[in-house]
């Protein structure tokens, strides 16, 4: 069993300071780090002026500079194209994963997750989306977002 933890770079982090949270981790922790590339560009400059963390003190929690062992670490990005190479190498970055454009089946299966007793109708609203779409490709987040919008018009 596993702890989660979830990673927030405030202006105020320091390369101290993150090594000092990634060392009081539970060991076997999964660290969540979302959106990092709003840390750092691909020429390793700040993204943020008033950050006090370095591009190498992050390299340097990521890869267990005296932390605990057995931490596994989540980085998300939209814009995986400008990361730095040195942050997403193979040793660092082990697994790679690119979420598509919801197919068909997903589709389906998030309808009937948000309406289990029209969990049939999943195929028709599924053609509507392509339909109304007109080609354009739709992601999970935006299907998520549509049903929580809608959940209480239905």
Request: proline share 3%; aromatic share 8%; with cysteine.
């Amino acid at each position: 069993e596993r702890s989660i933890s979830y990673l927030q770079v405030d202006p105020d982090m320091t390369d101290v300071s993150l090594r000092t949270a990634m060392q009081s981790l539970p060991e076997d922790t999964v660290v969540v780090l979302e959106d990092v590339d709003a840390l750092f560009g691909k020429d390793r400059a700040s993204m943020r002026s008033d950050s006090h963390l370095s591009f190498s003190g992050l390299l340097n929690a990521l890869d267990g500079v005296g932390s605990s062992s057995g931490q596994i670490y989540i980085l998300t990005t939209n814009l995986r194209d400008q990361l730095d190479p040195a942050l997403i190498r193979k040793g660092r970055v082990d697994v790679q994963v690119r979420f598509e454009s919801a197919c068909d089946e997903q589709v389906e299966h998030m309808w009937a997750s948000f309406y289990p007793t029209a969990a049939t109708d999943g195929a028709r609203f599924c053609a509507a989306v392509r339909e109304a779409l007109a080609g354009r490709e739709v992601s999970t987040a935006e299907l998520q977002h549509f049903f929580v919008v809608n959940m209480r018009s239905s």
